[in-house]
C-alpha cells in the first residue's frame, strides 16, 4: 500500500527564519509527486510537480526536491503570509494520488 | 487559469436528506475526483471519473454516489445523510496524470 508521511505536524518559525518540511514516501513506481499550499477553509493550491530524483523547483520562497524516498520543500526567508499546510501528494504508476495529512506552518513577524 | 467551482461553500443538512454537491470546472479536463477532508485524517478519495458517464469507486464510496454527465459537471449526491458525512467537502479536476486543481471547497454539517 502506497504511504505518505509528512514532518513535522507543526512548524512555527519567525519572519526570516529558514526551514524545510518533510515528505517521505513509499509507493509501487512513483509517476510523480505534488506539493500543495492549503489556507484555512480554503481547498488546495497547486505549487509544483516533481518526476524524478534529483528534480528541483522553485516559486519564490520556495524550493522542492526530490530523492528517491523523500521529498523536501525548503522555505527560505519566511514571511506571514507563507502560514498554511502544505500538503504533499505522491501518484503511483496506476495514477492514484496518495495525500500525507500535511504540515502546518506558522509564520510570526 | 484553471477554475473549479463548487455550489456551495456552506451546507447544513439534516439527517436523512439527500444532498447534492455540484462541482463544474472551466478547462476541458477529462478526469474529476470528489474527497472529504477531516482533521487528523487528511484528504479521502470518495469518487473519481475519467470520461463522461463514467465512476470509478475510491477508498471510501460508502454512503456517496455520483453523476457525470457533461464533461464540465461532477455531482456528488449522499442519499441520505448522516451526520458521520458532516466534513469538508472538495472537488478537483485534472488531465489525464497531471496536476489535480481543487475547488474551494464545501463544508457540509449534518444535524
Known amino acids: 500500500e502506497d504511504q505518505v508521511t509528512q514532518s513535522p505536524e507543526a512548524l512555527r518559525l519567525q519572519e526570516g527564519e529558514s526551514s524545510s518540511l518533510n515528505c517521505s514516501y513509499t509507493?509501487?513506481?512513483?509517476?510523480?509527486l505534488f506539493w500543495y499550499r492549503q489556507d484555512p477553509g480554503k481547498g488546495p493550491e497547486f505549487l509544483f510537480t516533481?518526476?524524478?530524483a534529483g528534480e528541483e523547483k522553485e516559486k519564490e520562497r520556495l524550493k522542492a526536491t526530490l530523492t528517491k524516498k523523500e521529498s523536501f520543500l525548503h522555505i527560505t526567508a519566511p514571511k506571514p503570509e507563507d502560514s498554511a499546510t502544505y500538503l504533499c501528494a505522491v501518484q503511483a504508476i496506476d495514477y492514484k494520488l496518495s495525500f500525507g495529512a500535511g504540515t502546518t506552518v506558522t509564520v510570526r513577524a | 487559469d484553471v477554475k473549479v467551482t463548487q455550489s456551495s461553500r456552506y451546507l447544513v443538512k439534516r439527517t436523512g436528506e439527500k444532498v447534492f454537491l455540484e462541482c463544474v470546472q472551466d478547462?476541458?479536463?477529462?478526469?474529476m475526483f470528489w474527497y472529504r477532508q477531516d482533521p487528523g485524517l487528511g484528504l479521502r478519495l470518495i469518487y473519481f471519473s475519467y470520461d463522461v458517464k463514467m465512476k470509478e469507486k475510491g477508498d471510501i464510496p460508502e454512503g456517496y454516489s455520483v453523476s457525470r454527465e457533461k464533461k464540465e459537471r461532477f455531482s456528488l449526491i449522499l442519499e441520505s445523510a448522516s451526520t458521520n458525512q458532516t466534513s469538508m467537502y472538495l472537488c478537483?479536476?485534472?488531465?489525464?496524470?497531471?496536476?489535480?486543481?481543487f475547488g474551494p471547497g464545501t463544508r457540509l454539517t449534518v444535524t
Open positions: 509507493v509501487s513506481g512513483l509517476r510523480g
Open positions: 478547462m476541458d479536463h477529462e478526469n
Open positions: 478537483a479536476s485534472s488531465l489525464a496524470g497531471s496536476e489535480q486543481y
Open positions: 516533481l518526476y524524478s
